[in-house]
T-cell receptor
Framework: DVKVTQSSRYLVKRTGEKVFLECVQD?????MFWYRQDPGLGLRLIYF???????EKGDIPEGYSVSREKKERFSLILESASTNQTSMYLC????????????FGPGTRLTVT | GQQVMQIPQYQHVQEGEDFTTYCNSSTTLSNIQWYKQRPGGHPVFLIQLVKSGEVKKQKRLTFQFGEAKKNSSLHITATQTTDVGTYFCAASGTYKYIFGTGTRLKVLA
């Protein structure tokens, strides 16, 4: 069974803090993704990576950066958290061609106060 | 850029009634995927459609891909309370998928 794990289920941070969200997958997937999910807006892609050390901006990359030093691990970094980054963050992984779909982690609900 | 519209946004049905959600793209798609997200859960992959006019079934769920490969639908026959959740379509792009905004289904017992 594919497993995608995220470092925290719930996180509370203060405005201006640096925040790290970690994601690990165990299926040797080439592609990894970070999304945020907000009510009424669906899933919006922040960044994705199709290989180690490769990254591509998604639809809403502002205020975020990512790191992929190993194939199984994809980190999302909020350099200076702001209240409008309060959201549910979902990590996903897939094979290069997308066959079999994306496998999602359980999500991290981040609250920035 | 590519846009994916999904309708309706919400649907309340009585248990036993049928349900359909529609996904429309502004461009021709190479393939489309469908996901289900239970309340409090994360999206789970249901199926991928690749061929023009393709129809696939999973028990009470029927998935269709339009002839022009610009739209798709998910139909649930005789809904059950276990069908509650949000259904998303995801249209393929290069390496990534663009998700529709989802249809939230509520089933009234």
């Amino acid at each position: 069974d594919v497993k995608v794990t995220q470092s925290s289920r719930y996180l509370v941070k203060r405005t201006g803090e640096k925040v790290f969200l970690e994601c690990v997958q165990d299926m040797d997937h080439e592609n990894m993704f970070w999304y945020r999910q907000d009510p009424g807006l669906g899933l919006r892609l922040i960044y994705f990576s199709y290989d180690v050390k490769m990254k591509e901006k998604g639809d809403i990359p502002e205020g975020y950066s990512v790191s992929r030093e190993k194939k199984e691990r994809f980190s999302l970094i909020l350099e200076s958290a702001s209240t409008n980054q309060t959201s549910m963050y979902l990590c996903a992984s897939s094979f290069r061609g997308g066959e079999g779909g994306q496998y999602f982690g359980p999500g991290t609900r981040l609250t920035v106060t | 850029g590519q846009q994916v519209m999904q309708i309706p946004q919400y649907q309340h049905v009585q248990e036993g009634e049928d349900f359909t959600t529609y996904c429309n793209s502004s461009t021709t798609l190479s393939n489309i995927q469908w996901y289900k997200q239970r309340p409090g859960g994360h999206p789970v992959f249901l199926i991928q459609l690749v061929k023009s006019g393709e129809v696939k079934k999973q028990k009470r769920l029927t998935f269709q891909f339009g002839e022009a490969k610009k739209n798709s639908s998910l139909h649930i026959t005789a809904t059950q309370t276990t069908d509650v959740g949000t259904y998303f379509c995801a249209a393929s792009g290069t390496y990534k998928y663009i998700f529709g905004t989802g249809t939230r289904l509520k089933v009234l017992a």
